[in-house]
């Protein structure tokens, strides 16, 4: 089933400008689409428009040592630094950063917010020229094509032809994908962790949920609640808890809470958050609302959804690595039933299928999906690997 | 950690009366705790209240023949016939009825609706008389043990004083186990399917979400949203969203929906239900809220997480079953990921250490957590045999 086809949308008509509303935040900003609009997968143009980066580390004379990392649904472009809204670490400080794994004395690394999302980049909370208004539900649909063709722009900005890495867990997984199949020559190494080449049904089905749980909100008010600066946060935290539960695996959290009481020796006989399970969920909800808009989440999971990569090869996924001389790591996790390793196994498959370059290992943890964010030795221990090797590959000077 | 003690729970005071709102139900109604009422959990007294039930069959002269079928979190009475509200079939008409597996020309068929349910037993919906409002949040907090203390009562009252099964998949599993501790005398066999002696902490998070969905919902108005005729039915919605893919496993959805689109030939690049998974969603979750009182979902859900047999046992699950005279089948199925095998075996585990009698099958099925509700012969054949067993063991004459 075709869902992915650039065909049968035939926008053209007048580009689609947006005035950003967030321009205080630290790192980089960048007006894309003035000169040429910047046509989307929907067929509607966008541009002018503002992206938002960060970058860490130096970028060497010949501009061979880029990383592009890619950010997950939630994630920001705030990849190794304290996050300027919340003041927690960055999602990946313990991987990237001076001496890590992804080692910024030697690399330099970029990241780039999506665009739909809140973090500077052009989404649902900026400003419609054309009505002066926020766009709400307005904002043209994107897909993770659109948004990694928006980092492309970003990356010819900063002169890079090729970059050297191009690494992203679960939707950063999906653009990793994208980029090596859409851009192979612009990509010397790919690595999705835990990701997929398409959205399941169930995936689908837990978005829809949190979907559902956002517009339920009378506050979410049809995506034009930013006026009144009253957003549908009990909408947002619900869809947040759910989503939560999906990140971390039934064992983890048997091990983590299990039937542990919060602050408590008994049960109360009602609805308070006896269980630490519930404590701990409804923190997650609670403080995501600080720093995530609601319809951002909307646009960005159905960006996620409309994810296939196979879509546009009559369903073969193959076809989508014809001849890529991009030399992929792909990395799972045990105990991630969001993003199984079966997904992974399917995209190994395919590549082998067109003889590319590929290394794939699955790490034994109980962490589920969230593992690509946590501790995990074995995992940076196999990332680590892999860089050094293709470092060597590509001769790049200063790689240790 | 002990969480069902009932220790350190002094109410006594007055017995909360419960006046049902629901009387005109198919079936059969009694009046409980109308002389002595009835010492909750909680230690709060209930009576007189109302429990609605319906029988299939005939008990036989000496009163030996009677099965107690238990519902699950959403089900109710109307085990073998049309449902009154939905007219839809009974949740385990394919399975209970003449000339089936559980064979109604041979068996009693007794079911009970649950304490705190809304299809005729003493709930949330039902008036308190001391206000003359409905009671929401008011109502006492429910047990597994409650609802099961309320069931023998009418198995007394039926003249039963052993019934020859109790069975129930999921929440009628954790009845059934209750049954099985609290008083073995008066069961000759359970069969417990799907089933677990306690709650996960991801399913406790599950119920959390599908709780906080509901009372995110504005008109949930704390519980008292009766007066207006306005329930929260976009909350309750969520809510029944959530869990319903729970009871799912990932491969039947990927089987079922995939990635199919609903009545169209392209995604639509917005927020409608595109997928056929998500139209199959909203769906049901539409389609729940004619039929369940929100609050009802609040109390039930809660019963199920507070449930954890080895609780008053220090933790100990064999000591539950110590000297039991039951015999146990118990049944699990592979893609049930809610009610996992492995809880199922965790309850073998603890019989097996008391020298219980005990059959145990695993049910290879790609239809998680539901396939108890479901077409599945080599679960019916598997119940059909014990059942079989037990009756010749049982010198149940008329048992085919």
Redesign the interface.
């Known amino acids: 089933?075709?869902?992915?086809?650039h065909d049968?949308?035939g926008h053209t008509g007048e580009s689609i400008a947006v005035e950003p509303t967030v321009t205080d935040l630290p790192g980089h900003r960048l007006v894309l689409g003035a000169d040429v609009p910047m046509r989307l997968?929907?067929g509607q143009l966008l541009g002018p428009f503002t992206v938002s980066y960060q970058t860490y580390g130096v970028l060497n004379a010949d501009k061979s040592n880029a990383i592009l990392v890619c950010h997950a649904l939630t994630g920001d472009q705030y990849v190794a630094e304290s996050h300027p809204v919340t003041g927690r670490p960055g999602w990946w400080e313990r991987l990237v950063g001076p001496g890590l794994t992804i080692n910024t004395d030697d690399y330099f690394v970029i990241c780039v917010n999506v665009l739909a999302g809140c973090m500077g980049s052009a989404g649902p909370k900026d400003i419609d020229p054309r009505t002066g208004k926020q766009f709400g539900?307005n904002f043209?649909?994107i897909t993770i094509t659109d948004m990694v063709a928006a980092q492309r722009l970003v990356v010819e900005h900063l002169g890079i032809t090729q970059l050297f890495a191009v690494i992203g867990g679960s939707m950063g997984a999906m653009q990793t994908l994208e980029w090596a199949s859409r851009y192979p020559e612009m990509v010397y190494c790919a690595i999705p962790i835990a990701g997929a080449a398409?959205?399941?049904?169930?995936n689908?089905?837990?978005h829809?949920?949190g979907?559902?749980?956002i517009?339920?909100?009378?506050k979410w008010a049809g995506g034009d609640y930013y006026d009144d600066n009253d957003a549908p946060e009990?909408?947002l935290?619900?869809a947040r808890?759910?989503a939560h539960?999906t990140y971390?695996s039934?064992s983890a959290?048997?091990t983590?809470?299990?039937?542990?009481?919060q602050d408590r020796?008994?049960?109360t006989?009602?609805?308070d958050?006896?269980?630490q399970?519930?404590s701990y969920?409804?923190h997650q909800?609670r403080s995501f609302v600080e720093r995530f808009d609601a319809n951002s989440y909307?646009y960005i999971t159905?960006a996620m959804?409309?994810f296939?990569l196979a879509a546009e090869y009559n369903d073969n996924l193959p076809p989508a690595f014809e001849d890529s001389p991009v030399r992929f790591c792909l990395i799972s996790f045990t105990s991630d039933?969001l993003f199984?390793t079966s997904e992974s196994r399917r995209i190994v498959h395919a590549l082998n299928a067109v003889a590319a370059s590929v290394s794939f290992v699955e790490i034994e943890t109980e962490s589920g999906h969230d593992a690509f964010l946590l501790e995990e030795p074995e995992f940076f221990r196999i990332l680590s690997g892999f860089l050094r090797g293709a470092a060597d590959q590509r001769k790049l000077a200063s790689a240790s």
Chains 1, 2 share one sequence.
Request: no cysteine; net charge neutral; glycine share 8%.
């Open positions: 089933m075709t869902t992915n086809s049968g949308v997968v929907s539900l043209p649909l398409r959205h399941s049904a169930q689908i089905a837990f829809e949920v979907r559902q749980a517009m339920a909100d009378p009990r909408g935290a619900v808890m759910a539960i971390l039934d959290l048997h983590k809470f299990g039937r542990n009481l020796q008994a049960i006989f009602g609805f958050a006896d269980f399970i519930e969920l409804r909800g909307l159905r959804d409309y296939d039933w199984p």
